[in-house]
Structures are given as structure tokens and as C-alpha cells.
Antibody, heavy 124, light 107 residues
Framework: EVHLVESGGGLVQPGGSLKLSCAAS????????MDWVRQAPGKGLEWVGR??????????QYAASVNGRFTVSRDDSKNLLFLQMNNLKTEDTAVYYC???????????????WGQGTLLTVSS | DIQLTQSPSFLSASVGDRVTITCRAS??????LAWYQQKPGKAPDLLIY???TLQYGVPSRFSGSGSGTEFTLTISSLQPEDFATYYC?????????FGQGTRLEIK
């Protein structure tokens, strides 16, 4: 069974930094693209970023709202996904979900497994 | 960016009702569309991908259709556990985008 567990959320001041982690199990982590999706309190879902697999050179893609501030990385040896967040803004306050992308093809670029989420609050 | 507009944003219905939610894309996305269900305090769950393919384990009362710019999610006979918020998502191009959600509540 696929299991994704996020950690690292908390309260950060505007301008600060935080790194989220996602521990994956139950599947061959290194084969899959992995994404972060966030949800502000009471709002809808917003895609944050993607990291592809080794076969695709671990390339990344980001939403415009976080590009240049957030970095997605992974450690395939430990089945871990990360989201480094810098220069945080109040509008980054959200639950952050780690998601597994179904496959590396465009037709498979949907999220077939989600973690339970970790809450980031950016406030002074 | 491709905008997805869901309608309605809010829907009140009764157990046993047939309901349809529409998702319109601002430009053609072929069949690169998924539907998710989210219950309060929980992560979303995948219901349908490729516009009309039911995810393994999802009840057959859920169905999806459409291609291009107009898509629908239909629940043939609402069950108590179906009252939730539903989101469409396109994966035709970056950035990946979601609809604003449709909240389905018990009448």
C-alpha cells in the first residue's frame, strides 16, 4: 500500500524559511515523479511544483507563485521528497500535500496518492 | 495558464439523487483531466482520470465524460458518503491547474 507522510510544517515569520519532508513507502519511489500541492485554509487546491525521476534528470517545474522561492528535491536512497521554502509570504499559509504522480507520461500526470498534509502558517 | 471553471460551485441534493458537475477548460485539453473527492479535514482522493476512467476501487455510481473543453462528473445515485467537495484537474500543460471546487451538501 502506498503511504506518504509529510512533516516539517509549523509557524514561520514572513521572510523566513522552512523545509518540508515527505516519507514515501509501499512503492518504488525512484520510478515516480513527485509533486507538492497546497490548500490555503478554506480554499481550493493549488499545484506547487514537481520533480521528475532520475531517468528524466530530476528536472523540476514550479508554479509561478513560488518559482524562485521554493525548491523541490528528493533523496531516492531514503525515499524522501522535500520542499525547501524561502522568503515565505503570508499567502503561502496552507496545508501542503505530497502527491505521487501516476506515471511519467503526460497521460499519467495525475495524482493517484496523497499524503495527509502538513500545515504551514506564515505570520508575524 | 489553463483555467478550469466548475459549475455549480455549490450543490444541495438528497440521497438517491443523480447529480452532475461540469468542468470547463479555457482551452482544449484533450482528455487530460482528473476528478478528485475531498472530505473535510482529509486529503483529496482520485476518482477518475483520463476524463472517463474510474480509479480502482471507486464505486461505479461515479462516471466521467467529455473531451476538449467540457467535462462532466456524474454520480448516478447519491450515497451519504458522497457528500464532499469535488475538484477537476488538468494535466495537459504546465502549470497544472485545478477547478475551484464544487461543494456537494445534503438537502
Amino acid at each position: 500500500e502506498v503511504h506518504l507522510v509529510e512533516s516539517g510544517g509549523g509557524l514561520v515569520q514572513p521572510g523566513g524559511s522552512l523545509k518540508l519532508s515527505c516519507a514515501a513507502s509501499g512503492f518504488t519511489f525512484s520510478d515516480h515523479y513527485m509533486d507538492w500541492v497546497r490548500q490555503a485554509p478554506g480554499k481550493g487546491l493549488e499545484w506547487v511544483g514537481r520533480i521528475r525521476n532520475k531517468a528524466n534528470a530530476y528536472t523540476t517545474q514550479y508554479a509561478a507563485s513560488v518559482n524562485g522561492r521554493f525548491t523541490v528535491s528528493r533523496d531516492d536512497s531514503k525515499n524522501l521528497l522535500f520542499l525547501q521554502m524561502n522568503n515565505l509570504k503570508t499567502e503561502d499559509t496552507a496545508v501542503y500535500y505530497c502527491t505521487r504522480v501516476h506515471s511519467s507520461t503526460w497521460a499519467g500526470s495525475y495524482f493517484d496518492s496523497w499524503g495527509q498534509g502538513t500545515l504551514l502558517t506564515v505570520s508575524s | 495558464d489553463i483555467q478550469l471553471t466548475q459549475s455549480p460551485s455549490f450543490l444541495s441534493a438528497s440521497v438517491g439523487d443523480r447529480v452532475t458537475i461540469t468542468c470547463r477548460a479555457s482551452q482544449g485539453i484533450s482528455s487530460f483531466l482528473a476528478w478528485y473527492q475531498q472530505k473535510p479535514g482529509k486529503a483529496p482522493d482520485l476518482l477518475i482520470y483520463a476524463a472517463s476512467t474510474l480509479q480502482y476501487g471507486v464505486p461505479s455510481r461515479f462516471s466521467g465524460s467529455g473531451s476538449g473543453t467540457e467535462f462532466t462528473l456524474t454520480i448516478s445515485s447519491l450515497q451519504p458518503e458522497d457528500f464532499a467537495t469535488y475538484y477537476c484537474q488538468q494535466f495537459n500543460s504546465y502549470p497544472i491547474t485545478f477547478g475551484q471546487g464544487t461543494r456537494l451538501e445534503i438537502k
